[in-house]
Nanobody, 127 residues
Framework: QVQLAESGGGSVQAGGSLRLSCVTS??????????MGWFRQAPGKEREGVAA????????YYADSVKGRSRISQGNAVNTVDLQMNSLKPEDSGMYYC??????????????????WGQGTQVTVSS
């Protein structure tokens, strides 16, 4: 079984920064997720893919809404992925979720194509 745990959310003013982290733990020795993604969902809105990382090749993907303001990267540990968000806007507010293991042929921005999910961490950006 694979478990994901997010951290780093909080409340900031517009223009501020946050760094979210996602740690993966697995019962299977040597497990490593090929794709890890970050999603967010604001009240009354659909879940949105924010960024994703192909961990074996270092390829990154970003939603247009965060491109140029955010950076997804491998953390210090192999199964850790960080999302650095800068120049935050009120519209960046929402619950942020980490996801792992994109199915073969899946789309990085489609949450239905990921197998494992964390519980989420709240981000609130005030104007």
């Amino acid at each position: 079984q694979v478990q994901l745990a997010e951290s780093g959310g909080g409340s900031v003013q517009a223009g501020g920064s946050l760094r979210l982290s996602c740690v993966t733990s697995a019962a299977m020795y040597g497990y490593r997720a090929s794709y890890m993604g970050w999603f967010r969902q604001a009240p009354g809105k659909e879940r949105e893919g924010v960024a994703a990382l192909f961990t074996f090749g270092g390829i990154t993907y970003y939603a247009d809404s965060v491109k140029g303001r955010s950076r997804i990267s491998q953390g210090n540990a192999v199964n850790t992925v960080d999302l650095q968000m800068n120049s935050l806007k009120p519209e960046d507010s929402g619950m942020y979720y980490c996801a792992a293991d994109l199915r073969q042929g899946g789309r990085w921005y489609d949450g239905d194509d990921y197998k494992y999910w964390g519980q989420g961490t709240q981000v609130t950006v005030s104007s």
